[in-house]
Every structure is written in C-alpha cells, then in structure tokens.
C-alpha cells in the first residue's frame, strides 16, 4: 500500500466530482475496487466522506490527470516529493448522491426565485452544481424544466440551514454595497442655468408703471437758462 494515496476514498470522492477519469483508472490509483468506486459516485460507499484534493497534498499532479484523462488506458502515478508539507485542505464541490442529484434543479429554481440576490457562483458552491446547469433552469432550457417545481434545498438534504443563511447573507450585503446611495428628498436644487437666466416677460403685462425717459426729457427747458 506504500504506492497508494492517503486516505483513498477521499481522494477517490474528488478524483468522481472533479476529473473525467474512468471509475477504473480511479479504482486503479486508490487501491480500491472498481465496484467500490461506482459505489462511491452513486453515494452507496463512503457517504458523508467530504473529497481530498491529491494536488494540493502533492500526491498528484495536475499534467499526470490531464495525460489519464486524455487517455483511458492510462494509469496514474502517485508523486513522491522529497518534503510533503500538510496544507489546509479547501472545500471542494459538494458532492451529492446520486439519489439527491435529480432534486438540485428543484433547489437550483427556488433559490433564484426566493433569492435572487445570491450569484451563481454561490448556488454553484452551495448545491454543488455547475453554472451552466443553473443558467438552464434560468432561462428554462433545462431539459427537464417542464418538471422542475421550486423546493427549499434545506428540506432536500442538499445543504443545511446554516449554510444557505450565511450565503443569504453574504449576499445581501454585497448587493447593498452596489446599490447607489439615495437621493435626497425634498425639493432638489434648480440648475443654474434656471437661476440665472432672465425672468421672461408675460405677453399682456402692465407696463403703465414704467417712466418713458424721452418724454421726460422733452418737458426740460432748453440748454441756455430760457432767456432770449
């Protein structure tokens, strides 16, 4: 066992969620049975078990899982680095049983309805789910959309309520930081241009009111005092 990799049926759970490798090249490398590994991808093995990346605890490298996955017939060859440093492990994508899988269009519908603040990358991360496959149910090309009907992922077992809070919450904090501030009420400010332009004359005034300079100016005696 001194050529297989730590923990082989958490690896083998991230090598069925994230890699196309046949349920025999997996088999293969993690020192399990091929019927074992379809038992872990169908959620009758190792259910609960959460996914161990072998690249990030140098077991595999990314250029060894793309030659495997380029060819069937390929085996794959655990890495032996001089010094394996433990690195802390990153959550993958949720993996969920073959029984719940049908459901996540369900889960996928009613978030976007009753959240649509949430982003797609979070349903992704929070159901465990593709962005293609939620653009589908969106826009209604999934191909089942004539069956999909909204439920609460919480009562399908596909997340848990803790989970969906915080990522309503996130969210909803996000979308606040976006939204433009509101404007001020009351009366707004008039432009400039309104200010300072020239009241315009009402057709009709009174001008009755206004002297008439050159009348004023004729009534004046002449420049030389009046005498003859």
Same mark, same amino acid.
């Given at each position: 066992? !001194?050529?297989?990799?730590?923990?082989?049926?958490?690896?083998?759970?991230?090598?069925?969620?994230?890699?196309?490798?046949?349920?025999?090249?997996?088999?293969?490398?993690?020192?399990?049975?091929?019927?074992?590994?379809?038992?872990?991808?169908?959620?009758?093995?190792?259910?609960?078990?959460?996914?161990?990346?072998?690249?990030?605890?140098? *077991?595999?490298?990314?250029e $060894?899982? $793309?030659?495997? *996955? !380029?060819?069937?017939?390929?085996r794959?060859?655990?890495?032996?680095?001089?010094?394996?440093? @433990?690195?802390?492990?990153?959550?993958?994508?949720?993996?969920?049983?073959v029984?719940?899988?049908?459901?996540?269009?369900?889960?996928? !519908?009613?978030?976007?309805r009753?959240?649509?603040?949430?982003?797609?990358?979070?349903?992704?991360?929070?159901?465990?789910t593709?962005?293609?496959?939620? *653009?589908?149910?969106r826009?209604?090309?999934?191909?089942?959309?004539?069956?999909?009907?909204?439920?609460?992922?919480?009562g399908?077992?596909?997340?848990?309520?803790v989970?969906?809070?915080?990522?309503?919450?996130?969210?909803?904090?996000?979308?606040?930081?976006?939204?433009?501030?509101? !404007?001020? $009420? %009351?009366?707004?400010?008039?432009?400039?241009e309104?200010?300072?332009?020239?009241? @315009?004359?009402?057709?009709? @005034?009174?001008r009755? %009111? $206004?002297?008439?300079?050159s009348?004023?100016? @004729?009534?004046?005696?002449?420049?030389?005092?009046?005498?003859?």
């Amino acid at each position: 066992m !001194a050529d297989r990799p730590l923990m082989p049926i958490a690896t083998a759970v991230w090598l069925i969620d994230n890699t196309s490798l046949t349920f025999d090249q997996i088999a293969d490398f993690c020192g399990l049975h091929m019927l074992q590994v379809k038992g872990i991808a169908d959620g009758d093995v190792g259910a609960g078990v959460r996914g161990i990346d072998p690249i990030t605890t140098h *077991q595999l490298t990314r250029e $060894e899982i $793309e030659n495997a *996955q !380029a060819d069937e017939s390929y085996r794959l060859k655990l890495s032996r680095p001089k010094t394996i440093v @433990a690195e802390k492990t990153k959550k993958g994508p949720r993996y969920t049983p073959v029984s719940k899988r049908q459901n996540r269009p369900d889960a996928i !519908a009613w978030v976007v309805r009753n959240h649509p603040e949430i982003s797609d990358a979070q349903i992704s991360k929070l159901l465990g789910t593709t962005k293609t496959t939620i *653009q589908s149910v969106r826009d209604r090309t999934h191909w089942n959309s004539s069956n999909i009907q909204p439920q609460d992922p919480v009562g399908l077992g596909l997340c848990t309520q803790v989970d969906l809070d915080t990522v309503v919450r996130k969210a909803a904090a996000k979308r606040a930081r976006m939204e433009p501030p509101p !404007a001020p $009420e %009351g009366d707004a400010l008039k432009p400039v241009e309104e200010t300072t332009a020239p009241e @315009a004359e009402e057709p009709g @005034a009174d001008r009755s %009111g $206004e002297i008439d300079l050159s009348k004023v100016f @004729a009534d004046l005696p002449d420049g030389d005092g009046g005498n003859d």
